[in-house]
Nanobody, 120 residues
């Protein structure tokens, strides 16, 4: 069955770094665009970063530009989110998303999320 399993979250001090990973299985990873979203308590889920299926193009939310880097390894079926210069406002549950669309067919898969807490 389809699985997206995030890992790498945890507690980090302001200014620190974390690398999140999302391991995929059960679908053709290499044809899916992959994204990271996050949701803080009391807030809506928001897009953090996205990468195209072949990894040739990336997109970031404005507040993450220059601090976060999304990448993928299609051979390993893993997408990464390298986070640097972390701030307390980056505290949230981070979710991995796989998205595929073509005429008359759309697929979206979500992971269970991994908690990132930025605090001193």
């Amino acid at each position: 069955q389809v699985q997206l399993v995030e890992s790498g979250g945890g507690l980090v001090q302001p200014g620190g770094s974390l690398r999140l990973s999302c391991a995929a299985s059960g679908f053709t990873f290499s044809i899916y665009a992959m994204s990271w979203y996050r949701q803080a308590p009391g807030k809506e889920r928001e897009l953090v970063a996205a990468i195209t299926s072949a990894g040739g193009s990336t997109n970031y939310a404005d507040s993450m530009k220059g601090r976060f880097t999304i990448s993928r390894d299609n051979a390993k079926k893993v997408v990464y989110l390298q986070m640097t210069s972390l701030k307390p406002e980056d505290t949230a549950v981070y979710y991995c998303n796989a998205h595929f669309s073509m005429p008359d067919l759309t697929r979206d898969y979500w992971g269970q999320g991994t908690q990132v807490t930025v605090s001193s």
